[in-house]
């Protein structure tokens, strides 16, 4: 986060000291990312990953700044309109749906959906007559921390089959779409899917179907505690490789989520307890792997910590989580120090904790409550005290 989100988000929590744990979003960061991505991306759309944060005032921050949306579920579809959004600015991203997720999303307006098989583009020709479509491909990203795996994307030389299929099912084939993976360090992993995605629009065009849009979805990474490359570098990278690749510039449509988000947020914790077992000590916190560090499974994410009020030599720490699970485990493979001084109740912050934190925080697990967000708009905040 730069320095002036970090100070925005210290002088609210200095002044309001709201309860721990809590998370605080800065939306004035949200809209710099936003408008950022389209200085570096000229001439495309945006449509922020609502799963990574779908806070009102994260969305209408993304809104304002010109971006749409990427949207998974009916719910988030509302959340979308609510917070003002055109039904126009929507693309249905996920590739499972049911049928009356499909039709609810075609009932409240939305035409752009992507699909990655023959039984979702089916459901589409039935319950969103005429609708625009984009082919997911399954592109091999092993750098991200956190991979699809195969579980979205068909292969890429079936894409131009069900592309043709859909217009003979009365559907608009408007592209491909791939996801790298998420916090993807290497923007080479676009090369691939940019490659592949123009080898299945001449297959299109070779049988007659004009493709015009490209979707390079989301995977920016962002520096938690290593770092990555800068947005400059993955847009130089991935616009040299659409120009290589690609007679003429497609509509370029980008998804990210944690880019857009993740370096507005900060969670501030509570240290619960501190205890030396087998000789490591161990830090305690009042959030952990079920009230917003989920992408601390199998420490994928290593996010910053940072107390505010210690200083002072350091030690190595395991860190957990306050419930009463064994996979509550926050850090213990990967090597943490902070302050010999730390105690039961000092605060710990961990920074560019704005994505994937709330939005996975379960609704009770254990009686605590799910993480509770703060969001600072402009001079003020969207959730009382
Ligand atoms: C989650 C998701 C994204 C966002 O990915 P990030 O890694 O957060 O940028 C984009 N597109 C789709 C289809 C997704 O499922």
Redesign the pocket.
């Known amino acids: 986060m730069t320095p002036a989100t970090l100070e925005r988000i210290r002088r609210f929590l200095r002044e309001h000291d709201p309860p721990a744990p809590c998370l605080v979003v800065d939306t004035g960061a949200v809209a710099a990312r936003v408008r950022q991505f389209g200085r570096e991306f000229p001439r495309s759309r945006l449509c922020y990953?609502v799963?990574?944060n779908p806070e009102p005032a994260v969305l209408r921050a993304v809104l304002a700044a010109g971006g749409g949306f990427?949207v998974?579920s009916p719910a988030e579809i509302d959340a979308c309109l609510a917070a003002g959004a055109e039904p126009a600015a929507l693309s249905y991203?996920?590739t499972i749906k049911k049928a009356t997720d499909i039709a609810f999303a075609h009932a409240r307006g939305v035409r752009d959906f992507?699909t990655d098989s023959e039984g979702d583009l089916a459901a589409l020709a039935e319950h969103a007559p005429g609708a625009s479509v984009s082919v997911r491909i399954l592109v091999d990203g092993p750098a991200s921390a956190t991979p699809f795996g195969q579980k979205f994307g068909c292969e890429p030389d079936r894409a131009a089959e069900l592309l043709v299929a859909a217009v003979r099912l009365g559907l608009d084939p408007a592209g491909v779409a791939f996801?790298v993976g998420?916090?993807q360090p290497d923007p080479q992993a676009w090369e691939t899917g940019v490659a592949a995605a123009a080898k299945i629009f001449a297959e299109c065009a070779a049988a007659g179907v004009q493709l015009r849009r490209l979707n390079l979805?989301?995977?920016?990474g962002v520096t938690y505690r290593e770092a990555v490359p800068p947005l400059e570098s993955y847009a130089r990278t991935i616009r040299a490789a659409v120009r290589a690749h690609f007679p003429r510039e497609p509509e370029v449509l980008l998804?990210?989520?944690?880019?857009v988000v993740a370096e507005a947020g900060l969670i501030r914790t509570e240290v619960v307890l501190v205890s030396t077992r087998f000789g490591r000590r161990w830090v305690y916190l009042d959030v952990g792997r079920y009230n917003g560090l989920a992408e601390t499974e199998n420490e994928a994410i290593p996010y910053r910590l940072d107390p505010p009020d210690r200083y002072g030599p350091r030690g190595p720490v395991v860190i957990a989580g306050p419930t009463c699970d064994g996979d509550d485990v926050v850090y213990q493979r990967t090597p943490y120090e902070l302050p010999l001084s730390l105690r039961a109740g000092d605060r710990l912050d961990i920074l560019d904790a704005g994505?994937y934190t709330a939005s996975y925080s379960s609704v009770a697990f254990n009686g605590i409550p799910p993480l509770p967000t703060y969001c600072l708009e402009g001079d003020t905040t969207t959730h009382d005290i």
């Open positions: 990953a799963k990574a990427d998974a991203g996920n992507t996801h998420s916090q979805g989301g995977g920016f998804e990210p989520g944690r880019a994505a």
